[in-house]
C-alpha cells in the first residue's frame, strides 16, 4: 500500500494500458515525481508483463458503480495525489469513477485516449446523455487532429482537447524500424512452425457479439467475429496457394471460442492467446481484422492490412476507413478475389505513406509529459 504520492495513474483495459505504459515509463523516470498505479482487469496483465510496480484494483472487491464512485473519492481524500492521470475504458469501474472524484476534489486529471471509437461512452455511464464538465477531465489528449474534429462534433469542449498523438503506435513504430523487430519476427515464425517462404496470415479477433449484440439490437453492426471468420475460412479453402493461417483473440475472449467453426476447416489453422499483438504483426504477412487497433499497427509496418466488415451496418467504427485510407470489404461476394489478389500481392498497398503525422513524428510521449509537467508546476 502506498503512504503518498503526488501523482496517481489508472487503467482498465488492454488498450488504455498500452497507451499510458510509454509515459508510465517516462515519469518513473523522474525522481521529482513520486506516482503510484492503480490497475483492474486486463491492466493489469500489460504493467506486469511491462515490470511496473502497481496496485491491483480487483483485490479490494469492488464491484458496483457506485461502490468504485465511493472507492475513488476515499481513496483521492486519504492519499492527497497532484494530479490524476487515467487511460479510458468503456465500462464503468476505475476511470470514470477517479475521473469525476478528482472533478469533485478539484484535483486536475488528464486521460490520454488510444482508440477512434466509442468516445461518449468512455465517459458517460449507463443512461447518462450529456457531457458536462464535471464529469470530464480537464485535458484529454487525442491521437490526430481528425479525432478532435470527430469529437467536437460529439459534444466535447474543444479546450479541452490536446493533439499529441498516440504513444502505443509511436512505442511500435520505433521498435518496428529496429534490429529486434527483425529478430522477433524471425524467432515467431519459427516459433509457429511457419518457413520464410510460406504467406502467414493472420486474424485479429474482437468481441463484436458481445460488444454490439446479436442482429435487431440497436447496436447491430451487420456482422460479428463469426461471420467474419467463416467467410475468411470459405475463401481461404478455395485458395490455390500456399498459407498458414494464425487466430489471435482478443484479451477478452476464450481461446477454445471458435472451435466449432475450425472443426470443419481443411486450412491450417492455429488459435494463439499467448503471443504478444505485436510479435504477430511484424511476423505476418497479411493481416486480417475488423476494427482492431492491430489494423493501424499493420499499416504502420508496411504490412498488407484488408478490413473485413460484411454486410456492415452504420459508420465504419475502423478509423482508417472514415478518413479514407483503408475502405472496408463489405460486400462479402467480393471478398474472394480481394483476398487472392492481396494474397499473390496484385494488390500491393502503400496506405502506411499517407498515416497522420501525429502517428508517425516520435513525439506523443514528450508532449504528453510536457503536459504533466505543465499541470504539476502549476500545482506546486
Avoid at 255 to 270: C, G, M, Q, Y
Amino acid at each position: 500500500m502506498i503512504t503518498s504520492c503526488s501523482m496517481l495513474a489508472v487503467a482498465q483495459d488492454p488498450g488504455g494500458a498500452e497507451a499510458l505504459t510509454p509515459v508510465l515509463k517516462g515519469l518513473f523516470a523522474k525522481n521529482h515525481i513520486r506516482l503510484s498505479v492503480l490497475a483492474r482487469q486486463h491492466a493489469c496483465k500489460i504493467f506486469t508483463k511491462e515490470g511496473f510496480k502497481f496496485i491491483n484494483s480487483d483485490m479490494f472487491g469492488v464491484s458496483s458503480e457506485g461502490d468504485w464512485r465511493a472507492f475513488a473519492e476515499t481513496w483521492l481524500k486519504k492519499y492527497k495525489p497532484k494530479l490524476i492521470l487515467t487511460a479510458t475504458s468503456l465500462n464503468s469501474g476505475l476511470e470514470k469513477s477517479f475521473i469525476r472524484a478528482a472533478r469533485g476534489q478539484r484535483i486536475p486529471c488528464i486521460t490520454i485516449l488510444d482508440s477512434w471509437t466509442n468516445y461518449r461512452a468512455r465517459f458517460l455511464d449507463h443512461g447518462e446523455k450529456h457531457l458536462f464538465i464535471e464529469i470530464l477531465p480537464n485535458i484529454i489528449t487525442v491521437m490526430d487532429d481528425f479525432a478532435a474534429d470527430e469529437m467536437c462534433r460529439a459534444g466535447f469542449p474543444k479546450a479541452i482537447l490536446n493533439v499529441v498523438g498516440q504513444p502505443a503506435l509511436e512505442h511500435f513504430l520505433k521498435w518496428v524500424k529496429s534490429d529486434l523487430a527483425e529478430d522477433e519476427r524471425l524467432r515467431t515464425r519459427k516459433s509457429l512452425d511457419i518457413p520464410n517462404a510460406t504467406m502467414l496470415i493472420v486474424f485479429f479477433s474482437q468481441p463484436i457479439a458481445e460488444t454490439y449484440g446479436p442482429p435487431g439490437s440497436t447496436y447491430y453492426r451487420g456482422y460479428d467475429e463469426f461471420d467474419v471468420l467463416g467467410l475468411l475460412l470459405s475463401s481461404l479453402s478455395k485458395m490455390d496457394m500456399q498459407f498458414n493461417l494464425v487466430i489471435k483473440t482478443h484479451p477478452k475472449e476464450p481461446i477454445e471460442k471458435f472451435k466449432h467453426l475450425l472443426a470443419d476447416t481443411f486450412v491450417s489453422t492455429r488459435v494463439v492467446n499467448d503471443y504478444d499483438s505485436d510479435q504477430l504483426i511484424i511476423a505476418a504477412d497479411l493481416i486480417v481484422g475488423m476494427t482492431s487497433i492491430a489494423m493501424v499497427k499493420g499499416l504502420l509496418a508496411g504490412r498488407q492490412v484488408l478490413s473485413l466488415q460484411p454486410n456492415l451496418i452504420g459508420e465504419d467504427s475502423l478509423v482508417l476507413g472514415r478518413m479514407g485510407i483503408l475502405k472496408p470489404v463489405t460486400d462479402p461476394k467480393l471478398f474472394p478475389d480481394i483476398l487472392h489478389d492481396m494474397l499473390s500481392y496484385q494488390n500491393r498497398q502503400l496506405h502506411h505513406l499517407s498515416l497522420p503525422v501525429f502517428w508517425t513524428d516520435g513525439q506523443s510521449t514528450e508532449r504528453i509529459l510536457a503536459i504533466i509537467e505543465k499541470l504539476m508546476a502549476s500545482e506546486v
